[in-house]
C-alpha cells in the first residue's frame, strides 16, 4: 500500500478482553515498530521487528502485551486480559531498512479500556 | 538515560508570527535529532532532522539546528499559516542501530488568521 495502515482505527473493549491491533507496514519494508502514547504524552517505544525476528521488545509493559510478524510483513499487536491503563494510541511505524533510513508512520488505534 | 524535553503547550500565535518551539535532549553517545508533525486526523509525519552537531535540518519553512553545547533542537518558523496548526514532537535516535525513537510530549501550535 501507499502508506502504513492500522486497523481498526478505534477500538473500544471491555475491561478483561483480549484485542488483536493490526499494521500493515509499507511494502518491501523491512522494520517495523510498535509505539503507544497515553494521551498528552509523546509516543514511546514498545517493540521491533526486523523482518520477522522480534529484535527487541523492551518496551513492552508487562508479559499482557505481545508481538509478533510471521511472515515478515504484517503486525499484530496483542494486549491480553485488558486493563484501564492501557487505553492509549498505539502507532505503528515502518522503514525501510534497519538502520539509518526514515520511519513511516500509521495514523494509529484509538483504544478504548472500559 | 535519554530523554526528550519539550515548551508545554499550547502556543497560540496569529499568521504571519515568528514561531519558537523549545526542545533540550540529554543523550548518551550522539544522537540524531528529529521533529515530526502531527495535522489534525494524520499521522506523525517527519518534518525535519539533524544527524550531528551544528547541522540545520529544514522543510517548509522550519528550521532546526543541532546545538550540542547546549544540547538543544529548537524548531523555528519566521512566518506561520493557519495550516501550520498541528502538534510538534521532538525525538532523538541514538546511533547505535535500529530506529528507536524517543519522544517529547509534544507542543500543540494553534495559528489563528
Known amino acids: 500500500g501507499a502508506g502504513v495502515s492500522q486497523s481498526p482505527r478505534y477500538k473500544v473493549t471491555k475491561r478483561g478482553q483480549d484485542v488483536a491491533l493490526r499494521c500493515d507496514p509499507i511494502?518491501?519494508?523491512?522494520?517495523l515498530y510498535w509505539y503507544r502514547q497515553a494521551l498528552g504524552q509523546g509516543p514511546e517505544f514498545l517493540t521491533y521487528?526486523?523482518?520477522?525476528?522480534?529484535?527487541?521488545k523492551s518496551g513492552l509493559p508487562n508479559d499482557r502485551f505481545s508481538a509478533e510478524r510471521p511472515e515478515g510483513s504484517i503486525s499484530t499487536l496483542t494486549i491480553q486480559r485488558t486493563e484501564q491503563r492501557d487505553s492509549a494510541m498505539y502507532r505503528c511505524?515502518?522503514?525501510?531498512?534497519?538502520?539509518?533510513?526514515?520511519?513511516?508512520f500509521g495514523q494509529g488505534t484509538r483504544l478504548t479500556v472500559v | 538515560g535519554n530523554s526528550v524535553t519539550q515548551m508545554e503547550g499550547p502556543v497560540t500565535l496569529s499568521e504571519e508570527a515568528f514561531l519558537t518551539i523549545n526542545c533540550t535532549y540529554t543523550?548518551?553517545?550522539?544522537?540524531?535529532l528529529f521533529w515530526y508533525v502531527q495535522y489534525p486526523g494524520e499521522g506523525l509525519q517527519l518534518l525535519l532532522k539533524?544527524?550531528?552537531?551544528?547541522d540545520k535540518g529544514s522543510n517548509k519553512g522550519f528550521e532546526a539546528t543541532y546545538r550540542k553545547e547546549t544540547t538543544s533542537f529548537h524548531l523555528e518558523k519566521g512566518s506561520v499559516q493557519v495550516s501550520d496548526s498541528a502538534v510538534y514532537f521532538c525525538?532523538?535516535?541514538?546511533?547505535?542501530?535500529?530506529?528507536?525513537?524517543?519522544f517529547g510530549t509534544g507542543t500543540r501550535l494553534l495559528v489563528s488568521p
Open positions: 539533524a544527524t550531528k552537531a551544528d
Open positions: 511494502s518491501g519494508h523491512v522494520s
Open positions: 521487528f526486523n523482518y520477522e525476528a522480534q529484535q527487541d
Open positions: 511505524a515502518s522503514s525501510l531498512a534497519e538502520v539509518n533510513t526514515e520511519a513511516f
Open positions: 543523550a548518551t553517545g550522539y544522537p540524531s
Open positions: 525525538a532523538l535516535r541514538v546511533n547505535t542501530g535500529f530506529q528507536k525513537l524517543v
